[in-house]
Every structure is written in C-alpha cells, then in structure tokens.
C-alpha cells in the first residue's frame, strides 16, 4: 500500500504519488507552465475520477485544481489529466506527438490557463489541462463560438412562433458540468438576450453533450422516438427532450430538465414516499414499453462482465475484501439467466432522475439498450442504499426509501421478476462500489466496504 492506503500496482509504481493529492500538487506547482505569461497559484489538487489499469497498459487520473490569481483576484477550478503508461518511453512519445500538431492551436483564449500538454518525466505522465483533449478535439471547438449557428433556434423559444428576431445577444456563457476525459464532456449554455421592442431581458439555457464518437446521434433519435411516444407528458415519464444533433461537432443539444433531481429530494425529504412510488412507476413503464428504434443489446454476458471487471478493480483496491468480492461476483455469475430482453435505461440513479411535482423525466439516456429489466430497479436501488451523491443521508433513510421504490416497482411488473431482484441488486452493488473508488470520493475504503455489506445482505435476503 502507499502512504495514504492507496493500492500499489508493480506495474504502476509512480501510482504513490499520482494518487496523493499533496504530494500532486507540488507536482503541478512545478510543471504547469501559465500561457502568455500569467501568473498564477494552484491552491490545491483534488482527485475527482481514475481509471486505473485501462487497457491494462495505462491509467487515466482526473484531478480538479483550484487556481487563483493574484494580480486579479480571479478565482476559478481547472481539470487535468495525468495519462500513466506502464511501456517505458510511451508518455514521451505521446506528449513530442501533441506538441507536433500545435495543442493550442483550437483552444479559444479565454479557456487557455496554462499551456495544453506537458510532459512530467519523473512520473513518465503526460498532463492535459481541460479543454484539450487529443481525442476530443471537437470540445474546444464547441467551446471557441462554433454553436452560432444555433442561436436562432434557441432565442426562437423565448417567444415560440415569433421566430429569433429581433433579439438582442448580452451575454454567452458556456459551463463545463461534467468530463470524462477522451470519451466526453457536458456543458451549459446560456444566452442572455434582449427583446429588441418591449427591451425586456430573457434568459434561454440548454445543455450539451460532446461526444468522442456517434453514440450522440443514436442517442437524439431515441429521445425524438421517446418524447414523440410520451406526447403531452401525462404518461408515467417524459424524457429530456432533444433540441438538435450537430453532427460536424458530434454534439447533442438539449433542452434544460424540469424539476428536482431525486437526489436533491431524498436529501431534502428522505421520506418522500409518493415521488419515490412515481418514480417506481416510471421505471416500470420504461422497461415495459416501446422505444420506437432498435437499440444495442446488453446481454447476460455483458451485464457479468461488467461485474466482473468491478470485481476484479475492488479486488485490486481492497485485498481484504478480496474473498467477500469474489463469493459475491460468482454467486451473481452462477443464478442469473438470460431472460426476454426489454428496454433498459441502463443507468438510473438518483441525478438521472428529475421531478415536477410527481411527474417524472428521465436523463443521460446514452445506455439504453435491451436487456433484463430488473437491471434498472437494481441499479437505482443500489445507488440509494450506497447514499451514493447523498453522504449526509442517514444509511437507515436510505434503506427506507429504497424499499419504497422497490415495493412499488414490483407492484407493476411481473411477479417473476422478483425472484432475480437481489442477484441484480448485488451485482449492482459491486458495480456502484466500484466506481465509488474510480470517483477517488472521501472515505472511500469505508464506503466500499459498506456496500460490499449491503451486496452480501441483498445475497442473503434470498434465503
């Protein structure tokens, strides 16, 4: 183990200092070279998502820095990358490749802190300071202006059937909410604009999505299909509704979700039954409906091999829990079937899911699939009981709110999908576990184990 409990790797050993944040940060004050001569001071380094072992060749560290500068007073948060190989000379070779093709060359100035790429050789790591990214490089071109020819269509909702003029631009803002590094990124746009007769001040706000590949595309026709079945939103769910997909910048534009995140409602109300139920009935409508395109399929296969992978990092991370993990991973693997596919969200959990009222809309729709359906209740149920988002939830709330979930869930669903709720709730688990050490959260050897206890007891309750 390293100094702070973080696992060795013999493949990796510079993954001591890359997964310490204290000892990172004199690493950025170090290497970080300000662009066009700013002054600037990184006032601390916070890790926010690792991807340990990717491809098995290499790690991908995300870290979110706190910047301020002095002469100004300016105070901002910056993301980098810190890109481990375990082949000697490999990181070289990638950072004398970006600087060959000009990194700054696409990043508009006021996204340019520091310069684009360094190379850091102590650690063998290249860095990438956000928004360059060498396999996301429509992202600052999203960020340099390039959705212009967009504005008519957003100023248009204003006053739907007025058209886009004569609106006055004021102010364009573009907030990154959320990065994964070389896969994508989300963003807020906001227009301020000015009635150019009535000189009364509107607000429009949308959100985008950048992605590496076409899953963009796909995505925007399944949202088309599903708010053209939802119609009037009096069905058990609406979705968040798809406003355009640029394709030259593999962008999907959508419109603002309306309401509160369930997350936000647990922590307000943790006895929130009736949004809870509506939110229960939704997940069953969704995974017995129609999605009105033919999506992927997630296989039995695909779903243990998920499990599997989580498995194996948690393994990795916490030797102790080493038996525990795999008992759980091959009971999983040994008492599901395949069953008859149907529509999955994929990934529900509790900022996935948004209330007015108890009218309910779904998000981040960029898994779905065909697959067992008992994955979703699973999933949502899992990621409650880990109070994943919800630290300040008390664990026995949690219990409470998700058994209300799931009560009325199988209250519209077939009685046999019961029977496979805790082998999916288990799964589950390993996975949500997983990823709460990839999201490097605080107290995460604790957390980890806790939902390893909850995987074990979802085992159990077969019995």
Not at 27 to 40: D, M, T
Not at 62 to 83: D, H, K, M, N
Not at 107 to 123: R, T
């Amino acid at each position: 183990m390293s100094r702070d409990g973080f696992p060795a790797d013999p493949d990796f050993p510079q993954l001591a200092i890359a997964a310490d944040p204290g000892r990172m940060l004199e690493v950025f004050r170090a290497h970080l070279k300000p662009a066009a001569g700013q002054r600037y001071h990184i006032e601390d380094c916070i890790p926010f998502r690792f991807r340990i072992r990717q491809s098995t060749t290499r790690c991908v560290l995300q870290y979110t820095l706190r910047i301020a500068e002095p002469a100004t007073g300016r105070a901002w948060e910056q993301w980098v990358t810190g890109l481990l190989y375990a082949q000697p000379g490999a990181a070289e070779s990638l950072w004398r490749e970006a600087q060959s093709v000009e990194p700054r060359r696409d990043i508009p100035d006021g996204w340019l802190s520091f310069e684009p790429v360094h190379f850091i050789p102590d650690l063998q790591m290249v860095v990438q300071v956000f928004p360059y990214d060498r396999k996301l490089r429509n992202l600052s071109l999203v960020l340099g202006g390039a959705l212009r020819n967009l504005e008519p269509q957003l100023l248009e909702r204003l006053q739907p059937g007025r058209g886009a003029g004569p609106w006055q631009v004021l102010r364009r803002t573009v907030e990154p909410t959320r990065y994964r590094t070389e896969l994508g990124a989300a963003l807020r746009y906001t227009i301020d604009a000015r009635d150019g007769i009535t000189g009364q001040e509107s607000t429009v706000r949308c959100y985008l999505k950048v992605y590496r590949h076409d899953r963009g595309e796909e995505t925007f026709r399944l949202l088309r299909s599903l708010t053209d079945t939802a119609g009037d939103g009096r069905g058990p769910y609406t979705v968040v509704r798809p406003l355009a997909y640029l394709s030259d910048l593999r962008t999907l534009v959508l419109e603002e979700a309306r309401g509160t995140a369930l997350q936000q409602i647990l922590l307000g109300d943790p006895e929130c039954s009736a949004q809870l139920q509506a939110v229960a009935r939704a997940v069953a409508a969704f995974n017995r409906g129609e999605l009105g395109v033919t999506p992927r399929v997630d296989s039995l296969a695909d779903q243990l091999d998920d499990v599997r992978r989580a498995a194996q990092l948690l393994q990795w991370a916490c030797p102790r829990a080493r038996r525990e993990v795999q008992a759980i991973s091959d009971a999983v693997a040994q008492g599901l079937e395949e069953v008859t596919a149907a529509p999955i969200h994929r990934d529900v959990k509790t900022d996935h899911v948004f209330l007015s009222g108890e009218r309910v809309m779904f998000i981040d729709l960029d898994s779905v699939a065909l697959g067992d359906p008992v994955r979703d209740p699973a999933h949502l149920f899992a990621h409650i009981v880990a109070r994943v988002g919800m630290d300040q939830l008390p664990r026995a709330q949690a219990r409470a709110a998700a058994r209300v979930f799931a009560t009325e869930y199988f209250a519209h669903v077939p009685e046999s999908w019961r029977k496979r709720f805790p082998l999916h709730c288990a799964g589950a688990l390993i996975e949500v576990a997983g990823g709460i050490f990839k999201r490097q959260e605080q107290r995460w050897r604790e957390k980890v184990a806790t939902a390893i206890a909850e995987a074990r007891g979802a085992l159990d309750s077969r019995r």
